[in-house]
């Protein structure tokens, strides 16, 4: 959508990196687990804004695909990127209705809420592959005007995960912090082992 671009064009403008240098503290804490976990090192960022989990996973041994809708986030992302001696492949790209093509090993979501991209995101997970997911929370405590439907609902991401076919390996909520998330670590039902 042009409006949406437009908005995080705007909001990404200034040299200022607007969620910092640093990855979210979710992925940074796991990343350990996640390098045992995956059966490889293909990576997708979904709506990776200015780069820093892109970077960061890149700087972890990840190949990195990493999509967002602002050009000038891609484009904040592609100039640290080259000065930090890393490779990442940033693709503009709109998340509505965005179809997954290729298979990953790792895909991360963070601060985004598409409620039909996630059954493709676990599709486009090879089998063992991981998905973690963690963005805004619907709570008395969240400040600032925000769009209801972008935001989970309490126990939402639970019922939207057991769906698939894998293995909910983390799930928290928290409610009474100032920005308040729902979080789930994700992983893809794998091959079945014929046991003789």
């Known amino acids: 959508m042009e409006a949406d671009r437009i908005k995080w064009n705007e909001r990404y403008a200034d040299d200022e990196y607007q969620m910092g240098l640093n990855p979210s503290r979710f992925l940074a804490d796991r990343i350990q687990l996640l390098k045992t976990l995956t059966p490889g090192r293909r990576a997708l960022d979904i709506a990776c804004g200015e780069g820093r989990n ?15 809708i602002s050009d000038r986030g891609i484009e904040k992302g592609e100039s640290r990127m080259r000065s930090e001696g890393v490779t990442v492949d940033f693709r503009g790209v709109d998340l509505d209705g965005y179809d997954i093509d290729e298979q990953y090993d790792l895909i991360v979501n963070l601060n985004f ?14 089998p063992g592959g991981i998905l973690l997911f963690e963005t805004i ?6 400040a600032g005007n925000h769009t209801r439907h972008y935001l989970l609902q309490s126990g939402e991401l639970l ?22 998330v729902g979080r789930i670590l ?9 046991v003789t």
């Open 159 to 180: 019922q939207l995960f057991n769906r698939e076919a894998g293995t909910i390996l983390e799930y928290d909520e928290f409610p009474q912090i100032a920005c308040p």
């Open 137 to 142: 929370l619907d709570s008395p405590t969240l």
């Open 113 to 126: 809420l598409s409620r039909e991209l996630i059954p493709r995101e676990v599709t486009a997970l090879k």
């Open 186 to 194: 994700f992983q893809k039902q794998g091959p079945l082992l014929l």
């Open 54 to 68: 892109s970077i960061f996973l890149a700087h972890h041994g990840f190949q990195v695909t990493a999509v967002d």
